[in-house]
């Protein structure tokens, strides 16, 4: 290897050495620019070429000069090439990035915007706050995770140390000391989730961010396994709670919601058939029901369980306290009587 390969400059180097010298007007020719950037004719043949043809650089060659030149003033080198269709997406990139204000990814992302668009302001002319008006994003229950926990539990990740920290389970009121081996943090149904291995229990466990309090990393180091998969670990949970259950979930829901249900991905495994009235039925393969009998319940009368026959129990048993305790507000048995003898009528 020569000298001269060993110390070539990259591509993109020698391109803004020559787009300088275009710029200031300098008379410059292939042979000149290869003398000075120390490479072959050919080389910058090459490079010409694709800066002309590539970036859209006005470069022509004179002969009256025998030099290249710029036929208009250019201001900035195009180091940065989007379509209409990339630009847009970089956009709705930007207002997405408000699902991870409060951890350090917000700073970094924001920040990786700031500057593709910086290298596109000499070719586009836009402003993020204008062009988003017409895209949004809300997110109903956004969860809010402390940053200086997720700084330590990033960190262990990262580094795979084993991390402990204070945890309250769900409508406890009373926390527990955990020592874990974090594998994963993932963001899921709008809060942050730490997948790690219990070691006092000896088994995965999901941790939820906001729950987490006084975390310290430790000095012991592990080795994550390598057929530990956070899409493998999810698979078979509605959001976040898998389990160790295969449950084949059949729900029915009327023509009234059908649409609404038709218009999400609520599982990888979902299976649609449409039903003669307009309504929809949906069968879901499952670990766990504790969250697919929440999600049955918040479509209200709309929905009714096929099967299994546990979840389809645990509803009803649900639905006969929720009964319980609205029975008891004036006037509404007699309201709730009215309907019936109606719906009879129609029926």
């Not at 050495?17 to 000075?36: V, Y």
């Not at 910058?44 to 036929?71: C, G």
């Not at 795979?160 to 081996?181: D, H, I, M, T, W």
Request: a positive charge; glycine letters at 6%.
């Amino acid at each position: 290897m020569t000298t001269n390969a060993r110390l070539s400059r990259p591509p993109i180097e020698r391109m803004l050495r020559i787009h300088e010298e275009l710029r200031r007007g300098a008379f410059t020719n292939c042979t000149k620019l290869a003398e000075r950037l120390e490479v072959s004719r050919k080389t910058i043949v090459r490079d010409v070429a694709f800066m002309r043809d590539r970036l859209d650089l006005p470069i022509e060659f004179d002969s009256r000069i025998n030099a290249y030149r710029y036929t208009h003033p250019v201001s900035a080198f195009p180091t940065v090439q989007v379509t209409e269709g990339e630009l847009l997406a970089l956009l709705v990139a930007r207002k997405a990035l408000e699902q991870y204000r409060g951890t350090p990814f917000h700073r970094q992302l924001e920040a990786s915007f700031e500057k593709l668009a910086g290298g596109l302001r000499d070719r586009i002319t836009f402003s993020p706050a204008d062009e988003l008006r017409s895209v949004s994003f809300r997110n109903t229950g956004l969860g809010r995770a402390d940053l200086a926990v997720f700084n330590t539990l990033s960190t262990a990740v990262l580094r795979q140390l084993e991390v402990e920290f204070e945890y309250r389970k769900p409508g406890s009121r009373r926390e527990e000391r955990r020592k874990v081996r974090p594998y994963h943090l993932a963001h899921r149904e709008n809060l942050w989730y730490l997948i790690a291995f219990d070691t006092s229990r000896a088994a995965l466990r999901t941790f939820a961010l906001p729950r987490i309090n006084a975390a310290e990393l430790t000095e012991a180091r592990f080795v994550r396994p390598e057929d530990f998969s956070p899409e493998a670990f999810f698979a078979n949970a509605l959001g976040v709670l898998g389990g160790p259950g295969d449950f084949t979930v059949v729900i029915r829901f009327t023509a009234t919601v059908a649409d609404r249900v038709r218009e999400r991905e609520w599982h990888e495994s979902q299976i649609r058939r449409d039903l003669p009235d307009g309504g929809l039925e949906i069968t879901l393969r499952l670990g766990a029901l504790a969250e697919v009998e929440g999600w049955v319940l918040g479509w209200g009368a709309e929905a009714e369980v096929v099967q299994p026959a546990e979840l389809r129990r645990r509803v009803a048993a649900t639905a006969s306290r929720l009964a319980a305790v609205y029975g008891a507000i004036p006037g509404l048995k007699a309201a709730t009587t009215r309907q019936t003898a109606l719906n009879s009528r129609k029926a």
